[in-house]
Structure formats: C-alpha cells, structure tokens
C-alpha cells in the first residue's frame, strides 16, 4: 500500500510495504511539465509518463458516517423493538447509560460511528437510566453503566460493561456484534 502526499509542484509517494518511497518534483518550462525524481541523493533523472501512476482513494460517501441511536423510554416500547427485530431476525443493541456518566457519554458517539458500519443488519438504541421506569432498568438487569447489551429472539444474548477505555469498549462491542450476525 502507498501513500501520497501532493501539492501543484511536489508529490510524495510513500511506500509501506517496506519498499521505500520517492520525492517527485514537477517542474514547468515554455515546452511543457515535467515530473522528476528527486530520490537519488538530489540527482534529477526524468519519469516518463507511462512510468507515473498517480491514484486516490475516496470514502464511499453514500454510506453514512454516524447514525444517531434510537432512545428507549418504557418497557412497551422495547417490547415493541424486540418484536420488530424479531419478525426480521435481527438482532438489536441497548446502550444504557445515564446523561451524567462522563464514560457513557464519551462511549455515544463512538457507539453512533459503529451503527453506521452496520447499518442494515443490527439497530442501535439507547436507554437513559435515569430517564425511564426502574421496572425497565431491572428488566435489563443493569448494575453498571455504561452497559451495552445486545439482544435477539427477545432476549439478551450477550453485554459488555464498559467502565475502562472507549477503543477498548467499542472492540468487544463489534467482536459481540459478529458471534450474533
């Protein structure tokens, strides 16, 4: 894999796969542009064009980056979710979590960027514990927060509880997310 570094007179190519890289060096005269290798200890050998791939790579923008998680407010509503998830097979994902937990907090976002990688086979929802019925908290068996959950066939299959660093939560999260889809 390479990667490059341009701008209107300079290209960097690095490569790194271990194979080096080069400084080419473009330069304008009356009879036209020419790109020069600039590598060999400042030395300019000329680069012919068939020579010279220059490619990029864009994101897929029609995929989107973040998907905002759905909000649970009562247990008839996750009644209502597991029962749509379960007509489709689907599994679905409970994040829950309280506005003052500096971790929960911190772990939504990341949460919203790994819907968006599964988007069409796993929903995300969220549960502010101090928003909803304790009836629903002890349904969902919470003691610690953050808590992600995952359910399917209306019942919760799996959970990680995320006290320690996001990247970390967010890994087990997508190994749960795989034994389940």
């Not at 080069?22 to 030395?43: I, K």
């Not at 309280?98 to 988007?119: N, V």
């Amino acid at each position: 894999m390479s990667t490059l570094v341009v701008n209107s007179h300079i290209l960097y190519h690095i490569n790194q796969s271990g194979g080096g890289g080069g400084c080419y060096v473009l330069q304008t005269t009356s009879g036209g542009c020419n790109w020069f290798d600039r590598r060999n200890n400042g030395s300019s050998k000329k680069i012919s064009k068939r020579d010279l791939r220059v490619e990029a790579f864009w994101p897929d923008m029609t995929r989107p980056t973040t998907i905002e998680m759905e909000p649970i407010n009562d247990s008839e509503q996750l009644d209502q979710i597991l029962l749509q998830a379960q007509e489709v097979s689907q599994p679905i994902l409970v994040d829950w979590m309280a506005a003052w937990c500096r971790k929960c907090i911190y772990l939504k976002p990341k949460l919203e960027k790994l819907a968006a990688e599964y988007d069409t086979k796993i929903k995300f929802y969220f549960v502010d514990v101090n928003k909803v019925p304790q009836s629903l908290v002890k349904r969902g068996n919470i003691s610690k927060m953050p808590t992600i959950q995952l359910w399917k066939d209306g019942e919760m299959k799996a959970e990680v509880i995320g006290g320690h660093k996001a990247w970390l939560v967010i890994e087990e999260v997508r190994e749960m997310i795989q034994k389940f889809i």
